[in-house]
């Protein structure tokens, strides 16, 4: 199955590029309906009619795959950077804890 866009043909292993997200992607599947043709996406695992697809060379999806590549790892850096700092924190909230006495004759349960 294929279907044309933009003088060009959507077919199984093409690079895709949904317009609504900018979501790319390559195309694993094709399927018909009374819609109109849908392209299944590998990135998503979801179904794109082939209306809103922007077909890519690959270059361009290269561009986007390292461009997401390059967001994800500044994401993972700064999770990192959240995760010492809360652990800084949590040191430090245990560290002004160590004094603290505990004992029994603080306080009394009642009853």
Do not use: P
């Amino acid at each position: 199955m294929e279907a044309a866009n933009k003088n060009k043909e959507l077919l199984i292993g093409v690079h895709v590029r949904y317009n609504g997200t900018g979501s790319a992607g390559e195309v694993l599947a094709l399927r018909s309906d009374d819609d109109g043709i849908w392209a299944k996406v590998d990135t998503t695992q979801l179904w794109y009619n082939s209306r809103y697809l922007e077909l890519l060379d690959k270059d361009e999806y290269m561009k986007i795959k390292n461009r997401e590549s390059k967001r994800k790892n500044n994401k993972f850096n700064e999770e990192a950077d959240e995760r010492e700092v809360t652990k800084k924190k949590v040191d430090s909230i245990k560290k002004d804890l160590e004094g603290v006495d505990m004992s029994t004759e603080l306080c009394d349960g009642g009853g």
